[in-house]
């Protein structure tokens, strides 16, 4: 589940890459990974004949790279534009199942902390509403590596894009999503996701 190093794009004041920068980007909303109950209760339906569904799943990063989208400057932060792939449904019980395509924004800070937002695309199945696209923007915060283990935690909000889905999605109104990643010192992420949806 290691990551191979990838060019990377720095935004126009900023010249270097630095290893902060290098493992933030293995993560993205993890971007890093889609993490909210453990349960799946059965989903309820609305007045509008609408299902709530809840969904919970396990992923890893397949792919990371630069992107060509247009950062911000912020103050005191070193900016890089990302993009790739997390594949999601690892594990037995996984009520969400597919790839979660994003790019994004990464600010690193004089602390070692980074903050991210994005934008991404999910293709697959989501038990109880059935299989598709969905888009959904995100916000996540990466922390500085513990000294030990160089290893940081990302933690990332995320909203679907209403009416924004495909397939049997087309009719999601609403959703959302929480995720936890660990982003190792080779840049492998991995971690568990949750949200909800109405479909």
Partial sequence: MGMRP???????????????IAAA???AAAGGALVLGVGVPAPATTD????????TT???ATSDGASDRDCPAMPDTIAVARQGITAFGDEPG?????????EGCFYAKPDGTISASGEAVFAGTVAGCG???LRATFTGTISAPEPLTGVRRSHDLGSIVPHSGTGDLHDVSRGHYETSG??????????????????
């Fill in 48 to 55: 509008s004949g609408m299902r709530k569904v809840t969904w």
């Fill in 25 to 27: 980007a293995a993560v």
């Fill in 6 to 20: 990838a060019a990377v794009r720095l935004t126009a004041r900023w010249g270097r890459w630095t290893g902060a």
């Fill in 182 to 199: 660990t982003v190792r010192p080779d840049r492998s992420v991995s971690g568990p996701a949750s949200g909800r949806l109405t479909c």
């Fill in 94 to 102: 996984d009520t969400l199942v597919g790839t979660y395509t994003w």
């Fill in 58 to 60: 396990h992923g890893h």
């Fill in 131 to 133: 299989t598709g696209t």
